[in-house]
């Protein structure tokens, strides 16, 4: 088994399949720290603001959990990792362009996933 390379929370394993030919597979989603703007600086150790930025490093996560694997470890590995495009279809023995598709998808897909948490109060009411 080969490591390949990794910056974060996402390990991409290397390993020879059934036919011979190396298969890669992604560890789990890495936890997830979602940072919330805090205005006031007396306010990051307060119990309220502290619940919050746990909420949202776990909605975050369960969003990322549901997406399709492929799209999951492409994200995980630009956004968690710091891997450019090229790196990532290494990694995952795709095309540059397929990388490209399956971030764009990914987004698409996290951004549905979260939407009706991270709404603005006004955007429920249209």
């Not at 390379?5 to 789990?28: F, V």
């Not at 119990?47 to 799209?71: C, G, I, N, T």
Request: a positive charge; glycine letters at 6%; proline letters at 8%.
């Amino acid at each position: 088994m080969i490591l390949a390379k990794s910056t974060g929370g996402a390990l991409a394993d290397q390993e020879t399949g059934p036919s011979g030919n190396p298969s890669r597979r992604l560890a789990t989603v890495p936890a997830v720290f979602v940072p919330m703007p805090v205005w006031n600086p007396q306010a990051v150790g307060r119990p309220d603001v502290m619940f919050e930025v746990r909420e949202r490093s776990r909605l975050v996560r369960a969003a990322l959990e549901r997406l399709p694997p492929e799209f999951r470890d492409t994200l995980v590995l630009k956004e968690y990792d710091g891997l450019s495009c090229e790196e990532i279809a290494e990694v995952l023995g795709v095309a540059v362009g397929t990388v490209k598709s399956r971030l764009f998808r990914a987004k698409l897909e996290l951004k549905r996933h979260l939407a009706a948490f991270f709404a603005s109060p006004s955007s429920l009411a249209d």
